[in-house]
Protein backbone atom coordinates (compact mmCIF):
# COMPACT_ATOMS: atom_id res chain seq x y z
CA UNK A 1 0.00 0.00 0.00
CA UNK A 2 0.68 3.64 -0.84
CA UNK A 3 -0.31 7.06 -1.02
CA UNK A 4 -1.12 8.00 -4.59
CA UNK A 5 1.04 11.41 -4.68
CA UNK A 6 4.56 12.03 -3.97
CA UNK A 7 3.09 15.54 -1.53
CA UNK A 8 0.25 16.32 0.57
CA UNK A 9 -0.70 19.73 -0.13
CA UNK A 10 -4.61 19.50 0.89
CA UNK A 11 -7.53 17.75 1.74
CA UNK A 12 -10.22 18.61 -0.65
CA UNK A 13 -7.96 16.58 -3.29
CA UNK A 14 -6.80 13.84 -1.59
CA UNK A 15 -8.79 10.25 -1.19
CA UNK A 16 -10.67 8.80 1.13
CA UNK A 17 -8.35 5.64 0.30
CA UNK A 18 -5.45 7.78 1.21
CA UNK A 19 -6.86 9.73 4.22
CA UNK A 20 -7.95 6.07 5.63
CA UNK A 21 -4.17 4.67 4.79
CA UNK A 22 -2.85 7.46 6.63
CA UNK A 23 -5.11 7.06 10.01
CA UNK A 24 -4.60 3.50 9.69
CA UNK A 25 -0.67 3.82 9.63
CA UNK A 26 -0.24 6.42 12.31
CA UNK A 27 -2.66 4.20 15.00
CA UNK A 28 0.58 1.39 14.49
CA UNK A 29 2.72 3.89 14.81
CA UNK A 30 1.35 5.68 17.78
CA UNK A 31 2.79 2.62 20.30
CA UNK A 32 6.03 4.18 19.31
CA UNK A 33 4.98 7.46 21.22
CA UNK A 34 4.58 5.53 24.51
CA UNK A 35 8.54 3.29 24.48
CA UNK A 36 11.06 4.36 26.68
CA UNK A 37 13.31 4.77 23.75
CA UNK A 38 11.47 6.54 20.91
CA UNK A 39 12.96 5.77 18.01
CA UNK A 40 13.30 3.33 14.77
CA UNK A 41 15.82 3.21 11.82
CA UNK A 42 13.15 3.22 9.12
CA UNK A 43 13.64 6.34 7.64
CA UNK A 44 17.21 6.51 7.83
CA UNK A 45 19.91 8.32 5.75
CA UNK A 46 16.54 10.22 4.79
CA UNK A 47 16.71 14.65 5.25
CA UNK A 48 13.22 16.29 5.85
CA UNK A 49 13.44 19.96 5.65
CA UNK A 50 11.02 22.45 7.59
CA UNK A 51 10.54 25.32 6.06
CA UNK A 52 8.67 27.88 7.72
CA UNK A 53 8.12 31.57 6.13
CA UNK A 54 5.14 31.81 9.50
CA UNK A 55 5.64 30.79 13.43
CA UNK A 56 5.07 28.17 15.14
CA UNK A 57 5.33 25.97 17.64
CA UNK A 58 3.12 22.97 17.35
CA UNK A 59 3.24 22.01 13.72
CA UNK A 60 7.29 22.65 13.07
CA UNK A 61 8.22 20.54 16.47
CA UNK A 62 5.89 18.34 15.75
CA UNK A 63 7.02 16.89 12.36
CA UNK A 64 10.58 17.77 13.70
CA UNK A 65 9.79 15.13 16.47
CA UNK A 66 8.21 13.21 13.62
CA UNK A 67 11.16 12.43 11.61
CA UNK A 68 14.01 12.15 14.62
CA UNK A 69 11.78 9.56 15.77
CA UNK A 70 11.87 7.76 12.78
CA UNK A 71 15.63 8.37 11.93
CA UNK A 72 15.18 10.96 9.40
CA UNK A 73 17.98 14.47 9.86
CA UNK A 74 16.21 17.17 10.05
CA UNK A 75 16.61 20.75 9.39
CA UNK A 76 14.69 23.81 10.10
CA UNK A 77 14.75 27.34 8.31
CA UNK A 78 13.06 29.99 9.95
CA UNK A 79 13.05 32.51 6.98
CA UNK A 80 13.57 35.27 9.39
CA UNK A 81 17.36 34.39 9.77
CA UNK A 82 18.09 33.11 6.31
CA UNK A 83 18.46 34.45 3.09
CA UNK A 84 15.13 34.95 2.35
CA UNK A 85 15.37 38.46 3.98
CA UNK A 86 18.21 38.94 1.58
CA UNK A 87 15.37 38.70 -1.07
CA UNK A 88 15.95 35.23 -2.23
CA UNK A 89 12.65 33.82 -3.79
CA UNK A 90 10.50 30.74 -2.35
CA UNK A 91 11.73 29.13 -5.62
CA UNK A 92 15.64 29.61 -5.36
CA UNK A 93 15.59 28.72 -1.64
CA UNK A 94 13.81 26.06 -2.37
CA UNK A 95 16.02 24.71 -5.05
CA UNK A 96 19.04 25.60 -2.86
CA UNK A 97 18.15 23.13 -0.65
CA UNK A 98 16.54 20.63 -2.97
CA UNK A 99 19.88 20.78 -4.44
CA UNK A 100 21.89 20.20 -1.15
CA UNK A 101 19.76 16.51 -1.12
CA UNK A 102 16.70 16.91 0.83
CA UNK A 103 14.20 14.10 0.53
CA UNK A 104 11.07 16.36 1.72
CA UNK A 105 10.26 19.92 1.89
CA UNK A 106 7.20 21.06 4.77
CA UNK A 107 6.41 24.05 4.32
CA UNK A 108 4.05 26.69 5.87
CA UNK A 109 3.92 30.04 3.83
CA UNK A 110 1.16 32.75 4.43
CA UNK A 111 0.32 32.72 0.56
CA UNK A 112 -2.65 30.40 -0.05
CA UNK A 113 -1.66 28.08 -3.28
CA UNK A 114 2.19 28.20 -2.09
CA UNK A 115 2.54 24.91 -1.55
CA UNK A 116 1.02 23.85 -4.77
CA UNK A 117 3.67 26.08 -6.52
CA UNK A 118 6.80 24.50 -4.87
CA UNK A 119 5.54 21.09 -5.66
CA UNK A 120 5.56 21.93 -9.07
CA UNK A 121 9.73 23.11 -8.81
CA UNK A 122 10.95 20.40 -6.91
CA UNK A 123 11.28 16.41 -7.67
CA UNK A 124 11.04 16.04 -3.87
CA UNK A 125 7.91 15.57 -2.07
CA UNK A 126 6.44 18.42 -0.59
CA UNK A 127 4.15 18.62 2.54
CA UNK A 128 1.74 21.59 3.25
CA UNK A 129 2.48 22.77 6.96
CA UNK A 130 -0.83 25.67 6.58
CA UNK A 131 -0.60 28.15 3.37
CA UNK A 132 -2.71 31.15 4.19
CA UNK A 133 -6.84 31.02 4.59
CA UNK A 134 -6.36 27.64 2.22
CA UNK A 135 -5.66 24.43 3.96
CA UNK A 136 -3.75 22.92 7.13
CA UNK A 137 -3.78 19.31 5.90
CA UNK A 138 -2.12 17.60 8.38
CA UNK A 139 -4.22 19.31 11.34
CA UNK A 140 -7.28 18.02 9.67
CA UNK A 141 -5.80 14.59 9.57
CA UNK A 142 -4.58 14.72 12.82
CA UNK A 143 -8.13 15.97 14.27
CA UNK A 144 -9.56 13.28 11.85
CA UNK A 145 -7.61 10.38 14.06
CA UNK A 146 -8.28 11.98 17.69
CA UNK A 147 -11.73 11.62 16.71
CA UNK A 148 -11.85 8.29 15.33
CA UNK A 149 -10.09 6.98 18.37
CA UNK A 150 -12.54 8.39 20.89
CA UNK A 151 -15.43 7.44 18.87
CA UNK A 152 -14.42 4.77 17.25
CA UNK A 153 -16.07 6.21 13.96
CA UNK A 154 -16.37 9.53 11.91
CA UNK A 155 -19.34 8.39 9.69
CA UNK A 156 -22.84 10.04 10.96
CA UNK A 157 -21.07 11.77 14.00
CA UNK A 158 -22.00 15.48 13.99
CA UNK A 159 -18.94 18.12 13.97
CA UNK A 160 -19.17 21.91 15.00
CA UNK A 161 -16.81 23.85 13.81
CA UNK A 162 -16.77 27.16 15.87
CA UNK A 163 -15.22 30.22 15.16
CA UNK A 164 -13.34 32.29 12.45
CA UNK A 165 -14.02 30.11 9.72
CA UNK A 166 -12.80 32.96 7.03
CA UNK A 167 -9.41 32.65 7.74
CA UNK A 168 -8.99 29.53 8.98
CA UNK A 169 -7.33 26.87 6.90
CA UNK A 170 -8.19 24.15 9.63
CA UNK A 171 -11.64 24.65 9.42
CA UNK A 172 -11.55 24.27 5.60
CA UNK A 173 -9.11 20.99 5.75
CA UNK A 174 -11.49 19.59 8.71
CA UNK A 175 -14.83 20.32 6.19
CA UNK A 176 -13.00 18.56 2.80
CA UNK A 177 -11.71 15.56 5.28
CA UNK A 178 -14.49 14.84 7.27
CA UNK A 179 -17.51 15.16 5.16
CA UNK A 180 -15.75 12.83 2.95
CA UNK A 181 -15.27 10.68 5.38
CA UNK A 182 -19.39 10.71 5.93
CA UNK A 183 -19.34 13.13 8.69
CA UNK A 184 -21.82 16.09 9.07
CA UNK A 185 -20.21 18.97 9.67
CA UNK A 186 -21.33 22.60 10.61
CA UNK A 187 -19.93 25.75 11.19
CA UNK A 188 -20.75 28.93 13.23
CA UNK A 189 -19.12 32.19 13.49
CA UNK A 190 -20.15 35.90 13.32
CA UNK A 191 -21.44 36.46 9.92
CA UNK A 192 -18.07 38.66 9.47
CA UNK A 193 -16.11 35.63 9.89
CA UNK A 194 -18.38 32.83 7.33
CA UNK A 195 -17.22 32.85 4.15
CA UNK A 196 -19.72 33.54 1.32
CA UNK A 197 -20.90 29.80 -0.17
CA UNK A 198 -19.50 27.95 2.29
CA UNK A 199 -22.67 25.81 1.67
CA UNK A 200 -21.31 24.87 -1.43
CA UNK A 201 -18.61 22.75 0.75
CA UNK A 202 -21.33 20.94 1.98
CA UNK A 203 -22.02 21.91 5.17
CA UNK A 204 -24.44 24.08 7.26
CA UNK A 205 -23.93 27.39 8.01
CA UNK A 206 -24.96 29.16 11.42
CA UNK A 207 -24.62 32.38 13.10
CA UNK A 208 -25.93 31.56 16.18
CA UNK A 209 -23.42 29.31 18.00
CA UNK A 210 -26.54 27.16 19.91
CA UNK A 211 -27.92 26.11 17.06
CA UNK A 212 -24.81 24.58 15.34
CA UNK A 213 -23.54 22.87 18.89
CA UNK A 214 -27.35 21.51 19.61
CA UNK A 215 -26.44 17.59 19.44
CA UNK A 216 -22.82 17.84 18.18
CA UNK A 217 -20.75 14.84 19.03
CA UNK A 218 -17.58 16.96 18.87
CA UNK A 219 -17.75 20.53 18.91
CA UNK A 220 -13.80 21.60 17.24
CA UNK A 221 -12.92 25.47 18.16
CA UNK A 222 -11.07 27.60 16.28
CA UNK A 223 -8.50 30.39 17.18
CA UNK A 224 -9.74 33.57 16.91
CA UNK A 225 -6.70 34.82 14.10
CA UNK A 226 -6.16 38.39 16.13
CA UNK A 227 -3.36 39.05 13.66
CA UNK A 228 -5.75 38.70 10.87
CA UNK A 229 -8.59 40.85 12.28
CA UNK A 230 -7.22 44.54 11.38
CA UNK A 231 -9.87 45.07 9.31
CA UNK A 232 -12.00 45.05 12.27
CA UNK A 233 -14.47 42.42 11.48
CA UNK A 234 -16.21 42.47 14.44
CA UNK A 235 -16.32 45.25 17.78
CA UNK A 236 -14.24 43.91 20.42
CA UNK A 237 -13.14 40.43 21.67
CA UNK A 238 -15.00 40.69 24.69
CA UNK A 239 -17.77 41.34 22.52
CA UNK A 240 -16.65 37.92 20.97
CA UNK A 241 -16.40 36.02 24.22
CA UNK A 242 -19.39 36.76 25.29
CA UNK A 243 -21.46 35.95 21.73
CA UNK A 244 -19.20 33.11 20.49
CA UNK A 245 -16.98 31.97 22.99
CA UNK A 246 -17.04 28.40 23.98
CA UNK A 247 -18.30 27.75 28.16
CA UNK A 248 -19.82 24.98 29.86
CA UNK A 249 -22.84 27.16 29.56
CA UNK A 250 -23.00 26.65 25.82
CA UNK A 251 -21.95 22.91 26.03
CA UNK A 252 -24.14 21.82 27.88
CA UNK A 253 -26.32 21.71 24.08
CA UNK A 254 -23.80 19.47 22.72
CA UNK A 255 -24.54 15.05 23.32
CA UNK A 256 -23.17 14.21 26.70
CA UNK A 257 -20.15 12.56 25.79
CA UNK A 258 -19.27 15.36 23.13
CA UNK A 259 -15.55 15.59 22.35
CA UNK A 260 -13.96 19.61 23.09
CA UNK A 261 -11.21 20.24 20.23
CA UNK A 262 -8.63 22.95 19.68
CA UNK A 263 -5.81 23.07 17.04
CA UNK A 264 -4.17 25.50 19.33
CA UNK A 265 -2.53 27.79 20.20
CA UNK A 266 -5.61 29.42 22.07
CA UNK A 267 -6.98 32.59 23.58
CA UNK A 268 -8.21 31.30 26.97
CA UNK A 269 -11.32 33.60 27.95
CA UNK A 270 -11.65 34.68 24.37
CA UNK A 271 -12.66 31.75 21.91
CA UNK A 272 -12.98 29.29 24.86
CA UNK A 273 -13.22 29.69 28.56
CA UNK A 274 -9.98 27.74 30.85
CA UNK A 275 -12.89 25.97 32.22
CA UNK A 276 -14.11 23.75 29.28
CA UNK A 277 -10.14 23.72 27.65
CA UNK A 278 -9.21 22.46 30.51
CA UNK A 279 -12.28 20.27 31.29
CA UNK A 280 -12.98 16.11 31.18
CA UNK A 281 -14.26 16.52 27.30
CA UNK A 282 -11.24 18.67 26.06
CA UNK A 283 -8.50 16.27 23.72
CA UNK A 284 -6.61 19.31 23.21
CA UNK A 285 -3.39 17.56 24.43
CA UNK A 286 -4.29 14.57 22.89
CA UNK A 287 -4.51 16.06 19.68
CA UNK A 288 -0.86 17.31 19.82
CA UNK A 289 0.35 13.88 20.44
CA UNK A 290 -1.37 12.38 18.14
CA UNK A 291 0.19 14.89 15.41
CA UNK A 292 3.03 13.62 16.15
CA UNK A 293 1.57 9.78 15.04
CA UNK A 294 -0.03 11.18 11.88
CA UNK A 295 3.09 13.16 10.75
CA UNK A 296 5.30 9.95 11.60
CA UNK A 297 3.06 8.35 9.28
CA UNK A 298 3.07 10.90 6.32
CA UNK A 299 7.03 10.59 6.41
CA UNK A 300 6.80 6.91 6.30
CA UNK A 301 4.20 6.43 3.63
CA UNK A 302 6.26 9.02 1.04
CA UNK A 303 9.81 8.19 2.25
CA UNK A 304 9.58 4.91 3.53
CA UNK A 305 9.02 3.09 -0.17
CA UNK A 306 9.75 3.06 -3.40
CA UNK A 307 9.37 6.68 -4.06
CA UNK A 308 10.67 7.26 -6.86
CA UNK A 309 8.34 4.83 -8.96
CA UNK A 310 5.71 6.42 -7.29
CA UNK A 311 6.53 10.15 -7.91
CA UNK A 312 5.21 10.04 -11.67
CA UNK B 1 6.02 -11.39 -16.81
CA UNK B 2 4.11 -13.16 -13.52
CA UNK B 3 5.40 -15.82 -11.03
CA UNK B 4 2.83 -18.78 -10.37
CA UNK B 5 3.76 -20.95 -7.56
CA UNK B 6 2.64 -24.85 -8.13
CA UNK B 7 2.49 -26.83 -5.39
CA UNK B 8 5.46 -29.30 -5.37
CA UNK B 9 4.63 -31.61 -2.32
CA UNK B 10 3.22 -31.12 1.40
CA UNK B 11 5.78 -31.59 3.98
CA UNK B 12 3.45 -31.49 7.10
CA UNK B 13 0.06 -31.91 7.86
CA UNK B 14 -1.78 -30.22 10.84
CA UNK B 15 -1.27 -33.13 13.21
CA UNK B 16 2.44 -32.83 12.45
CA UNK B 17 2.90 -29.56 12.94
CA UNK B 18 1.18 -30.31 16.45
CA UNK B 19 3.26 -32.83 17.43
CA UNK B 20 6.02 -30.76 16.53
CA UNK B 21 5.24 -28.36 18.38
CA UNK B 22 4.51 -30.01 21.46
CA UNK B 23 7.97 -31.08 21.01
CA UNK B 24 9.33 -27.69 20.57
CA UNK B 25 7.08 -26.61 23.61
CA UNK B 26 8.88 -29.48 25.67
CA UNK B 27 12.48 -28.98 24.57
CA UNK B 28 12.02 -24.42 25.56
CA UNK B 29 10.74 -25.33 29.23
CA UNK B 30 13.85 -28.16 29.53
CA UNK B 31 16.40 -25.59 28.09
CA UNK B 32 15.10 -22.62 30.11
CA UNK B 33 14.21 -25.06 33.74
CA UNK B 34 10.91 -24.18 34.01
CA UNK B 35 8.61 -21.36 32.70
CA UNK B 36 10.10 -18.45 34.51
CA UNK B 37 10.75 -15.38 33.23
CA UNK B 38 9.96 -16.21 29.90
CA UNK B 39 7.80 -14.31 27.30
CA UNK B 40 6.93 -15.68 23.67
CA UNK B 41 6.98 -13.17 21.14
CA UNK B 42 5.17 -14.03 17.86
CA UNK B 43 6.66 -11.97 14.68
CA UNK B 44 3.60 -10.67 12.76
CA UNK B 45 1.88 -12.86 11.01
CA UNK B 46 2.52 -16.31 11.04
CA UNK B 47 4.97 -16.06 14.08
CA UNK B 48 1.67 -14.79 16.09
CA UNK B 49 -0.43 -17.65 16.19
CA UNK B 50 2.95 -20.11 16.81
CA UNK B 51 3.63 -18.07 19.87
CA UNK B 52 -0.11 -18.26 20.90
CA UNK B 53 -0.22 -21.64 20.64
CA UNK B 54 3.38 -22.88 22.25
CA UNK B 55 1.84 -20.38 25.51
CA UNK B 56 -0.94 -22.52 25.23
CA UNK B 57 0.90 -26.16 25.23
CA UNK B 58 3.80 -25.00 28.06
CA UNK B 59 0.10 -23.47 29.95
CA UNK B 60 -1.37 -27.61 29.36
CA UNK B 61 2.70 -29.01 30.78
CA UNK B 62 3.47 -26.90 33.12
CA UNK B 63 0.24 -25.23 34.27
CA UNK B 64 1.69 -21.41 34.17
CA UNK B 65 0.41 -18.81 31.45
CA UNK B 66 3.51 -17.70 29.66
CA UNK B 67 2.69 -14.04 28.35
CA UNK B 68 2.56 -13.54 24.65
CA UNK B 69 3.75 -10.50 22.61
CA UNK B 70 2.91 -9.50 19.10
CA UNK B 71 5.98 -8.01 17.12
CA UNK B 72 5.74 -5.58 13.84
CA UNK B 73 9.56 -5.23 12.05
CA UNK B 74 8.55 -3.70 9.52
CA UNK B 75 9.93 -0.04 11.06
CA UNK B 76 13.50 -2.06 11.24
CA UNK B 77 13.36 -3.66 7.68
CA UNK B 78 16.85 -3.21 5.75
CA UNK B 79 15.01 -3.59 2.06
CA UNK B 80 12.37 -0.86 2.66
CA UNK B 81 14.01 1.02 -0.16
CA UNK B 82 14.06 -1.58 -2.66
CA UNK B 83 10.58 -3.02 -2.40
CA UNK B 84 8.39 -2.47 -5.12
CA UNK B 85 5.48 -2.76 -2.80
CA UNK B 86 5.47 -0.91 0.72
CA UNK B 87 4.48 -3.43 3.63
CA UNK B 88 1.33 -2.14 5.74
CA UNK B 89 3.05 -1.00 9.42
CA UNK B 90 1.15 -3.01 12.01
CA UNK B 91 1.16 -2.64 15.90
CA UNK B 92 3.88 -4.17 18.08
CA UNK B 93 2.13 -5.17 21.17
CA UNK B 94 4.22 -6.62 23.78
CA UNK B 95 2.71 -6.79 27.38
CA UNK B 96 5.12 -7.07 29.79
CA UNK B 97 8.44 -5.22 29.74
CA UNK B 98 11.24 -7.30 28.49
CA UNK B 99 13.66 -6.34 30.45
CA UNK B 100 15.54 -8.73 31.99
CA UNK B 101 13.48 -11.66 30.52
CA UNK B 102 14.15 -14.67 28.09
CA UNK B 103 12.33 -13.65 25.19
CA UNK B 104 11.61 -16.45 22.43
CA UNK B 105 11.10 -15.03 19.38
CA UNK B 106 8.17 -17.09 17.11
CA UNK B 107 8.16 -17.29 13.33
CA UNK B 108 7.27 -19.68 10.71
CA UNK B 109 10.17 -19.90 8.18
CA UNK B 110 13.43 -18.85 8.82
CA UNK B 111 15.05 -18.15 5.73
CA UNK B 112 17.61 -15.48 4.74
CA UNK B 113 18.06 -14.77 8.87
CA UNK B 114 17.16 -10.46 7.87
CA UNK B 115 13.37 -11.04 9.20
CA UNK B 116 15.17 -12.08 12.76
CA UNK B 117 18.02 -9.70 12.62
CA UNK B 118 15.19 -6.96 12.24
CA UNK B 119 13.34 -8.63 14.76
CA UNK B 120 16.50 -8.62 17.29
CA UNK B 121 17.17 -4.50 16.89
CA UNK B 122 12.97 -3.75 17.40
CA UNK B 123 13.48 -6.05 20.23
CA UNK B 124 16.47 -4.44 21.77
CA UNK B 125 14.58 -0.86 21.34
CA UNK B 126 11.64 -2.27 24.01
CA UNK B 127 14.67 -3.06 26.31
CA UNK B 128 17.29 -5.17 27.26
CA UNK B 129 16.67 -8.85 27.23
CA UNK B 130 18.86 -11.57 29.32
CA UNK B 131 18.58 -13.44 26.16
CA UNK B 132 16.49 -14.08 23.02
CA UNK B 133 15.94 -17.75 21.46
CA UNK B 134 14.26 -18.15 17.92
CA UNK B 135 11.34 -20.98 17.08
CA UNK B 136 10.33 -21.59 13.65
CA UNK B 137 8.31 -24.20 12.46
CA UNK B 138 10.55 -24.32 9.34
CA UNK B 139 14.58 -24.16 8.43
CA UNK B 140 14.56 -23.45 4.70
CA UNK B 141 18.11 -22.43 4.97
CA UNK B 142 20.02 -19.84 2.33
CA UNK B 143 21.26 -17.78 5.65
CA UNK B 144 22.25 -14.29 4.55
CA UNK B 145 23.20 -13.77 7.90
CA UNK B 146 24.73 -15.56 10.75
CA UNK B 147 21.55 -16.49 12.51
CA UNK B 148 20.13 -19.72 13.57
CA UNK B 149 17.80 -21.31 15.30
CA UNK B 150 17.16 -22.65 18.94
CA UNK B 151 13.73 -24.84 18.16
CA UNK B 152 12.68 -25.62 14.88
CA UNK B 153 9.32 -27.89 14.34
CA UNK B 154 11.14 -29.06 10.51
CA UNK B 155 14.33 -28.55 8.52
CA UNK B 156 13.60 -28.96 5.01
CA UNK B 157 16.65 -28.14 2.48
CA UNK B 158 15.21 -26.13 -0.14
CA UNK B 159 16.55 -24.42 -3.43
CA UNK B 160 15.89 -20.97 -4.07
CA UNK B 161 13.38 -21.69 -6.83
CA UNK B 162 11.44 -22.92 -4.18
CA UNK B 163 8.93 -20.90 -1.33
CA UNK B 164 7.89 -22.37 1.68
CA UNK B 165 4.36 -21.91 2.73
CA UNK B 166 2.57 -22.04 5.78
CA UNK B 167 -1.18 -22.07 6.17
CA UNK B 168 -2.24 -21.57 9.46
CA UNK B 169 -5.69 -21.78 10.88
CA UNK B 170 -5.72 -18.61 12.67
CA UNK B 171 -4.42 -16.32 9.39
CA UNK B 172 -5.07 -18.34 6.33
CA UNK B 173 -8.24 -20.34 7.74
CA UNK B 174 -8.82 -23.78 6.54
CA UNK B 175 -6.72 -26.52 7.83
CA UNK B 176 -3.10 -26.13 8.77
CA UNK B 177 -0.66 -27.30 6.16
CA UNK B 178 3.15 -26.44 4.95
CA UNK B 179 4.03 -27.15 1.23
CA UNK B 180 6.79 -26.78 -0.95
CA UNK B 181 6.05 -24.42 -3.99
CA UNK B 182 7.75 -24.00 -7.26
CA UNK B 183 8.33 -21.01 -8.62
CA UNK B 184 6.93 -21.65 -12.93
CA UNK B 185 7.45 -18.61 -14.95
CA UNK B 186 4.52 -18.10 -16.99
Given at each position: ????????????????????????????????????????????????????????????????????????????????????????????????????????????????????????????????????M??????????????????????????????DIFHS???????????????????????TLIP????????????????????????????????????????????????????????????????????????????????????????????????????????????????????? | ??????????????????????????????????????????????????????????????????????????????????????????????????????????????????????????????????????????????????????????????????????????????????????????
Open positions: MRLSSKDILGLQEMSTTDMQLILDTAESLKEILSRPIKKVPTLRGKTVLTLFYEPSTRTRTSFELAGKYMSADTVNIATTTSSVVKGETLRDTAKTVEVMGMDMVIMRHPISGSCYYLSKVLDCSVINAGDGHEHPTQGLLDMFTIRQRKGRLKGLKVAIIGRVARSNIWGLTKMGAEVVVAGPSPYIEEMGVKAYTRVEEAIEGADVVNVLRLQLERQQRGLFPSTREYARIFGINQARLVLAKKDHLLMHPGPMNRGVEISTEVADGDHSTITEQVTNGVAVRMAILYLLLGGAIDEAAD | MSINLVEKAQIMDAEAIRRGMVRIAHEIIERNKGTQDLILIGIRRRGVPIAQRLAAIIEEIEGSRVPVGVLDITLYRDDLTTRTEQPVVHRTEVPVPIAGKTVVLADDVLYTGRTIRAALDALMDLGRPAMIQVAVLTDRGHRELPIRADYVVKNVPTSKREVIECHLTEVDGGADRVMIMEKAEG
